[in-house]
């Protein structure tokens, strides 16, 4: 028998027994659509997760501290090193690296002023050198930092606010920052006579970042040596770098793909270090395993339907001995009825994965919609940002795997009750009613 044979008897079987079959395929169809939906899901939970952690930082940039500083927190540094200038020019020197730079906080109290507006957000002093490979692209303005300037972040206008009405209005006109002066106003106490001590310093805004959607469109970014000097006259101390290092650093990795290999490289040498990369690695490790569960249970019922397709198909040859009795006598190989049956088993299996697939998808997509709606719903009633959530994902392998293994287990499913029809004999099966 030939394919275009084999096929024409598949087809005239299976449309003999439509209502049976139909029955059968369904049990295939409700598994492989409970794989698409779980598995779906799952992608969607991974990427809604990836790309909150994406927004940690860039995924080329390691933030690096001094020592082991977190041992239960991160990985844990071989031995304690001090992140001094000497330390973060020797990292960046090395080839993978396109530049490195201090970042440092303000360690005291502070009031921004800007005419009868008040308010703070964070502080941070960088090297102006690495303003680009930070990706601080100004929309407004420059991110060539300068003696007492600064560049602030996309949101940064929204943490001002008119002190003489404290109610919050979401709606309020917010300040056009860029080439305005704000007013800093520090304060300390003496640690002789506990009285406040004021001093204010003006601070020129040459540009506004574009927003990212990260921690730098709220923070306010000058030059290290300015911030220095911030925190000398804040807490009474000169820092000294060269003796006891910077608490925090950056490290601008030039290709994405070798941060992992760097970050391993900087802990190596004494100093802790993570990145959103290395986050993001341990997360998808984590997805993974959640998307093999939930298609375990998916495949669950396959294999449910799989006794359904046996039990089908033994159905069949017991209605058709004569038949395979019949085809023995004019010729028909072993090899022949072995195919027939598989094929039809397959075919089965077939009809059901595609029909899972489209209902999967179907129901994968509604379950978005729907979830999509109710959390924007909510984030309005919240007075947040209806941002769109995707609650499902259906990445372009999951139809294939889903398809071959339904009709794996088609096929699986059909070699018993073949084998059953190889070993009739072909007078018995003649003879019997």
């Not at 050198?129 to 930092?145: F, H, P, Y």
């Not at 000097?229 to 990795?253: C, F, H, K, M, S």
């Not at 072993?334 to 999967?360: K, Q, Y």
């Not at 999951?398 to 004999?425: C, D, E, K, T």
Request: no cysteine; glycine share 10%; charged share 20%.
């Amino acid at each position: 028998m030939n394919l275009r044979d084999i096929t024409s008897l598949v087809w005239s079987n299976l449309n003999r027994m439509r209502g049976r079959v139909i029955m059968t395929a369904l049990g295939v169809l409700i598994g492989t659509a409970a794989i698409v939906v779980l598995v779906s899901l799952a992608s969607g939970i991974q990427a809604n997760a990836t790309e909150s952690f994406s927004s940690i930082g860039a995924l080329n940039q390691i933030t690096v501290f001094s020592g082991a500083a977190f041992v239960d927190g991160g990985r844990e540094a071989q031995e304690a090193t001090l992140l001094t200038p000497r330390v973060l020019a020797d990292i960046e020197d090395w080839d993978e690296v396109e530049a490195v730079t201090p970042r440092v906080s303000f360690f005291g109290q502070y009031t921004l002023k800007l005419n009868r507006l008040e308010g703070s957000t964070t502080l941070v002093g960088i090297d102006p050198r690495a303003a680009d490979a930070l990706d601080l692209e100004a929309i407004e303005g420059t991110n060539r930092l300068g003696r007492l300037s600064v560049v602030v972040g996309s949101a940064v206008a929204e943490r001002f606010f008119d002190p003489r009405n404290p109610n919050f209005d979401p709606e309020r006109e917010l300040p056009d920052l860029f080439g305005q002066t704000l007013q800093m106003e520090m304060t300390r106490f003496s640690d002789e006579t506990g009285e406040a001590e004021s001093r204010t310093i003006r601070l020129r805004v040459i540009g506004v970042l574009e927003e990212v959607g990260g921690e730098s469109d709220t923070t306010i970014f000058m030059s290290v040596s300015d911030m220095q000097e911030l925190n000398t006259w804040a807490t009474g101390n000169r820092p000294n770098p060269d003796r006891d290092g910077y608490t925090q650093a950056i490290v601008i990795v030039a290709d994405a793909a070798d941060t992992i290999e760097v970050e391993n490289r900087v802990v190596d040498l004494g100093l802790f270090a993570f990145s959103a990369t290395s986050i993001l690695q341990q997360v998808n490790i984590f997805f993974v395993i959640i998307q093999a569960a939930f298609g375990g249970i998916g495949a669950i019922s396959l294999i449910v339907a799989a006794i359904g397709i046996a039990n089908t198909m033994i159905m069949s040859i017991l209605e058709r001995t004569r038949e395979i009795g019949l085809m023995k006598a004019v010729g028909a190989s072993n090899r022949d009825v072995l195919t027939v049956f598989i094929s039809e088993a397959a075919a089965i299996g077939l009809i059901g994965g595609i029909g899972g697939i489209i209902a999967g998808i179907g129901v994968a997509e509604i379950i978005d919609f729907i979830g999509g709606q109710f959390i924007a719903a909510q984030a309005t009633a919240q007075g947040g940002a209806a941002d769109p959530v995707s609650l499902s994902v259906t990445p372009l392998w999951l139809p294939i795997f889903a398809l071959i293994f339904s009709l794996f287990i088609g096929l699986l499913s059909g070699i018993y009750p073949a084998l059953r029809a190889v070993q009739l004999n072909p007078v018995s099966a003649l003879k019997y009613e």
